[in-house]
């Protein structure tokens, strides 16, 4: 995992399977508005990036995600944060990217019929695709390390201390 401050948020960048686990933990620290999911195609596999805004101090996180074209599977957080779903839904009809366990993973703008996904870089504007088009190489990858655990909530002034006695 790759953590970095960019602007007033924070931005991790994960490996696929390491994205459930913090989406979990950034839930359980009280990350309940998702602002968006937005898919994009990187040129070498596809991004999945999640942006979330705790509501009670406003702060920010970003989570992004890549996966290869061959299997762009990412897990859903719909049960996360259920409004979601359209935006997962979303990026799999303009991209292809798959949301393991969302429960009605279908086509959101165009018709099930339509067998492209738009938005990929290997099709012209007309759908038709690109004579010669190969994905560019997979950028190395970032050391993974552990991300940090959450930290404890603050006692409110008057409450019991771990000894019994309210101060």
């Not at 390491?18 to 950034?26: F, G, I, K, M, V």
């Not at 359980?28 to 009670?56: C, H, N, W």
Request: glycine fraction near 8%.
């Amino acid at each position: 995992m790759k953590q970095e401050r960019l602007f007033d948020e924070d931005v991790y960048t994960v490996h696929p399977e390491d994205y459930r686990a913090l989406c979990e933990r950034l839930a359980a620290e009280g990350y309940d508005f998702p602002r968006a999911i937005s898919g994009l195609d990187m040129g070498y596999g596809l991004r999945v990036t999640l942006q979330l805004t705790r509501m009670k101090d406003l702060a920010k996180v970003t989570v992004r995600t890549d996966v290869p074209y061959e299997d762009p599977v990412v897990p859903s957080v719909t049960d996360l944060w259920p409004g979601v779903e359209w935006y997962e839904r979303e990026a799999y009809d303009m991209l292809g990217i798959r949301f393991a366990g969302h429960p009605d993973l279908r086509r959101i703008l165009l018709e099930d019929e339509w067998a492209l996904h738009p938005l990929l870089k290997r099709y012209d504007t007309g759908g038709y695709p690109l004579p010669g088009w190969e994905p560019a190489p997979w950028p190395d990858p970032e050391p993974w390390t552990p991300p940090p655990p959450p930290e404890p909530e603050p006692e409110a002034e008057g409450e019991a201390s771990e000894g019994g006695e309210a101060s």
